[in-house]
């Protein structure tokens, strides 16, 4: 196929309108009914991919064509050489797709000829639907000479589906339900028949899968009894779920995959008695310790995890850090009851000691996930989440594994050293075990902000448990949420800042002395008005009256078009008299940085990160402005994202190593507690809450860093605990970097010390080969850490802060001159 893809990304639009029928008037291409109309249907690998004549979910005669592809290298391809190709008199082309399985299928449906037409549908699990496209081509592009019909996987996975009755269909002849006024460029009619036979399938096969469960186990000869009764007993209860009255699909679907995962949860007992085996002395009590990095996701259920089986365990951070290890209680022959976890103070061999009270030791809780937050294949269920503070004692079952979070924090100044003390996990099931505890301080500090500039939003204020800003409760709460968005170097701000009173200047005061202010929106502007430029006056002058400008910027026309440049240029003018100390942010879509567009005057730009051009980004730089980046619902996997179903090493490296690499001027999120109307109750179980992650665009955890309990104080969550790890790896090659440039700039001669230096330097440059290539080991992120704490302690340049002058929204640099 010659010529560009036409591209256009829809989501299937599913009318589900009842009592209603699908009216059809359309030119049939294939009914299956006959040999002939399977010969020009082809696959990508016939190795792992087939079609064939199918007598399984037909709406037009006896037939349909199957699909069958096995995970592979290779997308799955379904490819028709349609033997009719002028289609030319036709509006739209039909055709059913029903997915058997209990998994989503992204496809794209295209259209080629000599240019072609690409669209995206999601077949949802045990599903069957009517899909009718829009025949879209460029004016000059023949479409009466049409080449293939292709259906294709978005991404390599296992599939299953099956097509029939592809009809082609002239303008008002298009399948459609009475009513029906504007038609979409791809809608899916659900199909009655075909639904309801799937129905009864997905019942019968949670009884099948439940009612084998006991034999598979049985099979792997693991001689785990409690193991056994722990999957039988979970079996059973989905039996009973399934045949429950009113059940909605999804629902249904959950309980399905439910019954599937059980063949997870008995594989994983296989790698738990290996675990216990290697794990005698801990294990005659029917359960054994683990320990995992902060860097991963301990699974509660399902799915296998890696530990490591520890009688010691270390920790190694700077002044005013945080670093964690996370502690898994593992049962295998019974439950363990009423678990629990305490430290001890830790002190080193001079008699310095770190209190307790600085081991904070959270439940890790949990959250459902009921959908992937991309189009690739990804474990449903529950995730590590929510970190709970103080937790009351718990019981955790055969088949499940507990974490604790154990967050050591060294204060500012901490004197280094090695500190020894030990982890006591005590429960009424068993002794006390306890675990030695070493924890090393270096000799340097971690600045009280992130290390660079940073713009991210936060309105936790909303939520329904903090009484609302003009309440009592929220004038004693609101100084709880700023330290806590301090100690994760988060922004008490908003990025979209629309009523002047919610920059609540009392908070930013107490941000400010002490030394945890990072940035200020004066405000949001959509428009370059006169009225729109004025309307940041008075938050301008307080600020100015406060010393505090040096923080301010002023952001608008999020990821605006060509379009809206002219307005942008005007409104930075404005700015730009009105308000010359303060940055002027923006989204907007100019990927040369002002040089080649229509706003040149904006001071800032902030491209997404698979568009951030380093070169451009330092030829900025040099002319006075700023060019950072951000990250969003989007760019999606292969790149690093914030999702709860993504690696938490993800956050960590993308804050940290892709920072030092690339070195923008500055990071932005659009929002960090954006959480929901189906967590207005806030977190009030645990460990397995009633936190919802899938609330916005559809993703698990966008817009979301952190969540809320049900008396309106803020909950930390692993991932936020791997955005602010991030951001400490930053400051640490930072650090390196300043006496690196600090020892050069006073002639220092070419040394071992040097060249190692240097080659820590560049060493981010292995660990991020391209935005999308990066590590996933974090032992390739702790053994650098490590190195370039080595590297800063024994400098001959003693200067630790590069942040000494103050950090303002501008950088390091400060406010450009010109």
Known sequence: MQGCVMKKCLLVSALVLICSTVSHAGYLLYDFAQPWQYEEWQTADPATQRCFPSTRYAVEGANSLGFIGTRSDRKCLLTGLVWDNDWSHFEYVSLVITNPTSQTIPLTISMANEQGYLTWITLAPMSSKEYVVRIKFPKYARINNILTLNLQTEEPMDAEFYVDRIQLHKKGEEPKVDGEKKKRDVTGYPVPSITKQLDVQLKNQVVQNCKAIGGYFDGLKLDMPAARKALVDRASELQQAINKDALTQDQKIAILRESEQLTLSANRFVQIKQYASASKAQSADGFFLGFADSMVKVMPRDVKVDLDLLDEVSVSLAGNEEESVQLAVVPFAKDVKQVSVVASDLKDAK???????????????????????????????????????????????????????????????????????????????????????????????????????????????????????????????????ADFLADYMLNFDSIYRGKEKLLDWDVLKYNADKGQLSAINLGYFYSSSDKRVAQYKPNYDKAKELGLLDYCYIYGLDEAGYNSYKTLEEAAQKFKKAYPEVMVMTTAQDHSYGFDGEAPTVTAWCPIINRYNPTLAQKAHKAGRRVWWYTCNWPKAPYPNVYIDYPAIDMRVLLGLFHAKYQPDGFLYFHTSIFGKTNDEGISTYPFTNWDPYNFVNTNGDGQLYCIDNQGMLVPTLRVENYRDGLEDLAYFMILQHQVKTYELQGGKETTWYRTARQLLDQPNELVKTRYQYTTNPDDVRDYRKALANAIQSSPIKDTNPWKNGLTIWGLEGRPKN
């Open 351 to 481: 008699g310095n000691m770190i209190p307790a009270k600085q081991v904070e030791i959270d439940l890790v809780g949990f959250v459902k996930t009921h959908a992937n937050s991309d189009r690739y294949p990804r474990y449903i269920g529950w995730y590590p989440e929510p970190l709970i503070a103080n937790p009351k004692a718990v019981d955790v079952a055969v088949g499940d594994i507990q974490t604790w979070w154990i967050r050591v924090r060294a204060l500012e100044d901490q004197k280094p050293g090695l500190y020894h003390g030990k982890l006591t996990v005590n429960s009424q099931s068993a002794k006390p075990k306890t675990i030695k505890l070493n924890v090393e301080v270096y000799d340097f500090n971690m600045p009280r902000t992130a290390p660079i500039p940073t713009a991210i939003s936060y309105d936790a204020y909303k939520h329904p448990t903090t009484g609302g800003v003009d309440s009592e409760k929220w004038q004693k709460l609101k100084y709880k949420h």
